[in-house]
């Protein structure tokens, strides 16, 4: 479905395109301009990257509004296709330092040498294709390049004041080449280079046809073809250097039915660079990728153009636009059509540009070594897609009707230890929340789990605002709760604020466990250093017939140092509580009821810290009895 849904995207936006890459060629982002003056010297080494602002989509409690950072991104420039080999395999213009300079750099210094003699090998082949295409092309820049490749000894060039200069960037960064009188001169440019670029690549067919490749029905476009032998790789985030296949059987233990390699997919040759260009194109563009931890969620809308469903459907993911004004603009936008489904009022998508019958698709990868893994793949209509996620923002909706959505990235913030650099969320639990928020369908057990354990563990962090029980993770807990009950058709639902009428034992010992804090913390006035939820809040949400009885107990005496309306309210809000629980609390809370529990004793903490001086007058008038 994916790669079928990948060839889709490919044929669409081909139509759509005014002018495509020629056959043959590729987008290969680049960092640096090499000058070369006529005789093939170095002139100069220029930064021809572009200067960007950051996306600051990943801003904690404790950080402030801070200036916008800026970074510099490689530019594409159009060059023969690249290797795909991870053996020693030189290309026609050569991007890659090693290949280029023959040099490794360490530490300061720049070196021929090394263990097992790769960039030397790699230069040599460099010089030996390039030399042998280039020798009859006698155009200036093209001369220059030849002259350059003929002249440069990589032994003799250690101390490249151009190349130190470069430092650390030397190594990382990839290369073009220009002339140094007139930069719009390159040799991938050149009429003559092209002419007779495009005979060795017509060679290259010929001799193909002619060994007669293996063929089969390509189950992608449903026409006999030849099997792709190999599949091109995929520049993917975290993975390999030198990319990444989505489709490969290396060890013959994959293979089957006699067929070796990706003979064993029957994906034609033509289906395969459609997939893999369309890939690369989505995985590169911000408004079609989302970073989370490790996973990179994909997302595309079948159609020529699907810029605005996209940049509507990233900001769930708190991929925003760049620029202040328009991050505030996509941020209502996205206000405005929650609500407007929440509220069952119809959405005007077309005056957004956007096509709600559109086919839409989510997946979500993870690099593995040279592979790339997919976790998850959705489809549906973006109008419905819009719709599940509006029932999951209701869901996960806490303190009143919200109008900013609880972003994925928000989530995945709350389900890591605050004080970790290196906690992540595992895939697995990442591509089953995004599946559950995408299809309406049920949350995974270990979203609950997680958030209930780092509540239960995690301490409130004075000087970093870290809350441990925050309107997030109490969302969370709800969103799964009320959901759960949804799809067994049961009644019970947790609301937005303190539910009074909730009969739930787990509930009303939360309730119960909020109000007995309250009642030390008033009777310490202020001077206490922990409470009870330090000591005891792990224990009364596993466990509530091990401590309750004790924190009752000692609640009469913290009640002796309070006046007698605090003490007269206290006693009938205790009461209320206990009244459908008795003094017999349950042995052990199941995992669904802990959740009840942090639910119960945050929603009554609401109440019972509310700065509404009526309600409270209220309260404390009650009659004792």
């Known amino acids: 479905?994916?790669?079928?849904?990948?060839?889709?995207?490919?044929?669409?936006?081909?139509?759509?395109?005014?002018?495509?890459?020629?056959?043959?060629?590729?987008?290969?982002?680049?960092?640096?301009?090499?000058?070369?003056?006529?005789?093939?010297?170095?002139?100069?080494?220029?930064?021809?990257?572009?200067?960007?602002?950051?996306q600051q989509n990943t801003k904690k409690k404790d950080e402030t509004e801070k200036p916008k950072?800026?970074?510099?991104?490689?530019?594409?420039?159009?060059?023969?296709?690249?290797?795909?080999?991870?053996?020693?395999?030189?290309?026609?213009?050569?991007?890659?330092?090693?290949?280029?300079?023959?040099?490794?750099?360490?530490e300061g210094r720049l070196t021929p040498e090394d263990k097992t003699g790769k960039a030397k090998k790699s230069h040599e082949e460099f010089?030996?294709?390039?030399?042998?295409?280039?020798?009859?092309?006698?155009?200036?820049?093209?001369?220059?390049?030849?002259k350059f490749i003929e002249n440069w000894n990589p032994s003799q060039e250690t101390e490249n004041a151009f190349l130190l200069g470069l430092g650390k960037e030397y190594t990382s960064s990839y290369y073009c080449f220009v002339l140094d009188s007139d930069i719009t001169k390159s040799p991938q440019a050149d009429k003559a280079f092209q002419e007779k670029y495009h005979r060795l690549l017509a060679e290259h067919e010929q001799n193909s046809a002619s060994e007669?490749?293996?063929?089969?029905?390509?189950?992608?476009?449903?026409?006999?073809?030849?099997?792709?032998?190999?599949?091109?790789?995929?520049?993917?985030?975290g993975g390999n250097s030198s990319g990444c296949v989505l489709v490969g059987m290396k060890e013959s233990a994959y293979e089957s039915y006699g067929k070796t390699q990706s003979y064993n997919s029957n994906i034609s040759e033509a289906a395969m660079k459609k997939y893999t260009v369309a890939f690369n194109s989505l995985v590169n563009e911000p408004r079609h990728r989302a970073l989370i931890n490790d996973m990179v969620v994909l997302y595309f809308a079948i159609e020529q153009n699907d810029g605005a469903a996209c940049d509507l459907f990233s900001q769930m993911f708190g991929e925003m636009p760049d620029g202040a004004a328009a991050k505030s603009n996509a941020d209502s936008i996205l206000a405005e059509v929650l609500v407007k489904i929440k509220m069952g009022e119809p959405v005007d998508y077309k005056a957004l540009g956007i096509n709600e019958n559109a086919e839409f698709y989510v997946a979500g990868f993870t690099p593995n070594s040279s592979r790339i893994c997919l976790k998850f793949v959705l489809r549906n209509r973006f109008g419905k897609l819009m719709e599940n996620m509006a029932r999951h923002q209701m869901d996960f909706a806490i303190e009143g009707d919200k109008k900013k959505a609880v972003r994925f990235g928000r989530i995945v913030r709350e389900l890591v230890l605050p004080e970790a650099a290196n906690d992540a969320v595992p895939p697995p639990l990442m591509a089953g929340l995004i599946r559950a928020a995408s299809t309406g369908t049920m949350y995974p057990q270990e979203l609950?789990?997680?958030?209930?354990?780092?509540?239960?563990?995690?301490?409130?962090?004075?000087?970093?605002?870290?809350?441990?029980?925050?309107?997030?993770?109490?969302?969370?807990?709800?969103?799964?709760?009320?959901?759960?009950?949804?799809?067994?058709?049961?009644?019970?639902?947790?609301?937005?604020?303190?539910?009074?009428?909730?009969?739930?034992?787990?509930?009303?010992?939360?309730?119960?466990?909020?109000?007995?804090?309250?009642?030390?913390?008033?009777?310490?006035?202020?001077?206490?250093?922990?409470?009870?939820?330090?000591?005891?809040?792990?224990?009364?949400?596993?466990?509530?017939a091990s401590v309750f009885p004790r924190l009752v107990e000692l609640s009469n005496f913290h009640m002796k140092k309070l006046e007698d309306k605090a003490v007269c309210y206290y006693k009938r809000l205790m009461g209320e509580i206990m009244g459908e629980l008795g003094t017999c609390f349950p042995a052990v809370l199941t995992l669904e009821e802990q959740g009840r529990f942090i639910l119960g004793y945050y929603q009554q903490n609401q109440i019972l810290y509310i700065s509404n001086t009526d309600t409270k007058k209220e309260n404390e008038n009650g009659k004792c009895d």
């Open 127 to 146: 010089v030996k294709r390039n030399l042998e295409f280039f020798e009859d092309l006698d155009a200036p820049v093209c001369t220059a390049y030849r």
């Open 448 to 544: 609950l789990s997680t958030v209930v354990r780092r509540i239960k563990s995690d301490k409130n962090t004075e000087g970093k605002h870290f809350i441990k029980m925050n309107p997030t993770r109490i969302g969370i807990i709800k969103a799964y709760i009320n959901r759960k009950c949804r799809i067994e058709h049961k009644k019970e639902e947790i609301k937005m604020a303190l539910d009074v009428e909730e009969k739930n034992t787990a509930y009303r010992c939360g309730r119960l466990f909020a109000v007995l804090e309250k009642i030390q913390q008033d009777s310490a006035q202020g001077r206490l250093n922990t409470t009870i939820v330090d000591g005891y809040f792990s224990s009364a949400c596993s466990r509530p």
């Open 212 to 237: 007669k490749p293996y063929t089969a029905v390509c189950p992608i476009l449903g026409e006999r073809l030849p099997t792709a032998r190999i599949h091109d790789k995929i520049k993917f985030p």
């Open 69 to 106: 950072k800026r970074k510099k991104v490689p530019i594409d420039i159009a060059l023969p296709e690249r290797s795909q080999k991870t053996a020693i395999d030189a290309n026609i213009i050569e991007h890659r330092p090693l290949y280029l300079f023959g040099l490794n750099y360490a």
């Open 1 to 54: 479905m994916l790669i079928k849904a990948l060839c889709d995207y490919y044929d669409y936006q081909k139509e759509q395109e005014t002018s495509t890459l020629p056959k043959g060629y590729q987008k290969q982002p680049v960092s640096w301009q090499i000058h070369l003056t006529a005789n093939g010297e170095i002139a100069s080494i220029n930064d021809c990257r572009e200067d960007v602002e950051m």
